[in-house]
Structure formats: C-alpha cells, structure tokens
C-alpha cells in the first residue's frame, strides 16, 4: 500500500490549502481515511477522519475550517484547510485501514496501519 500526500506549502494565516492523497495498491475491502497532523515536539493528532460511506469527523481544532472528502474513483482523499491559524503549522499525513461498511475508525492513530510520508503546511 502506498500514500503520496501534496498541496503542502506556505500561506498567511487567514489563507487556505488543499491537500490531497493518493492511494495505491489498497486491496483489503473497506477503507476508512483521516488526515493526521504533527508540529515539532507535539504528538501527532487527528486532523480529521472519514469512513467508507462519507461519514466524517473533526477534531474540535479544526472544526468548521477543514473539510476532509475523498474520491473514490481515483482512490484519492482530500483535506481542505480554509482561514488557516498559525497552529495549524504542521507535517500533514494521511492514513488509511480497514473497516466495516459505515463505520469510522476515528481520530486515533494507532487505528490504521498504513500511512504516507507527510507534506508540510507552513502558516506565517
């Protein structure tokens, strides 16, 4: 299984990013996905997660600014990010795993197995 996140890079706060993830080689059923985020010297935590029939969740943080969706056809799951915020500055990841149809896995990261390498948001 192979991740590939983009749409990294550097904006004023108040500004927005897309980032998106590629998923590939995913061949064990149901997936549940979720952007994960880590700022140096923080744990990492849960951005926001979605389920297989669109089912979405938010960490309170990000709540009505993000929106996490996904596109099933070209197995590719997206994170907007509107009227970023200084702490939003972080290494994004996406994850991916198997789950049962219509249920989420949520925000905990030892939830999925795979992940990608990261793309970095910068907000100045």
């Known amino acids: 299984v192979q991740l590939v996140e983009s749409g990294g890079g550097s904006v004023q706060a108040g500004g927005s990013l897309r980032l998106s993830c590629l998923v590939s080689?995913?061949?064990?059923?149901?997936?549940?996905m979720a952007w994960f985020r880590q700022a140096p010297g923080k744990e990492r935590e849960g951005v926001a997660a979605?389920?297989?029939?669109?089912?979405?969740s938010y960490a309170s943080t990000v709540k009505g600014r993000f929106t996490i969706s996904q596109e099933n056809v070209k197995d590719t799951l997206y994170l907007q990010m509107n009227s970023l915020k200084l702490e939003d500055a972080a290494m994004y990841y996406c994850?991916?795993?198997?789950?049962?149809?219509?249920?989420?896995?949520?925000?905990?990261?030892?939830?999925?197995?795979?992940w990608g390498q990261g793309t970095q948001v910068t907000v100045s």
């Open positions: 080689g995913y061949t064990y059923g149901t997936k549940c």
């Open positions: 994850a991916v795993d198997l789950c049962a149809p219509g249920y989420g896995l949520g925000l905990r990261a030892r939830s999925y197995n795979f």
């Open positions: 979605i389920d297989s029939e669109g089912g979405t």
